[in-house]
């Protein structure tokens, strides 16, 4: 359960933001006040790792 909480938290922080950005003046606040993953775990694809490191 701690990788959920987790993932909310960065998911909140990293779109709250924008939606608020881009929010009508009309709508005083955009919130996310559920968010659910679903029941499927996460596929993670294409990971690349750069490990060149110039000094």
Partial sequence: MYY????TIII???VEPIL???RP??????KFSKLS????????EG??????ITL
């Fill in 12 to 14: 909140r922080e990293s």
């Fill in 4 to 7: 959920f909480h987790a993932a």
């Fill in 37 to 44: 993953l679903g029941n499927v775990a996460p596929k993670i």
């Fill in 47 to 52: 990971i690349l790792n750069n490990t060149s």
């Fill in 25 to 30: 003046s009309g709508i005083s606040s955009l």
């Fill in 20 to 22: 608020e950005e881009y």
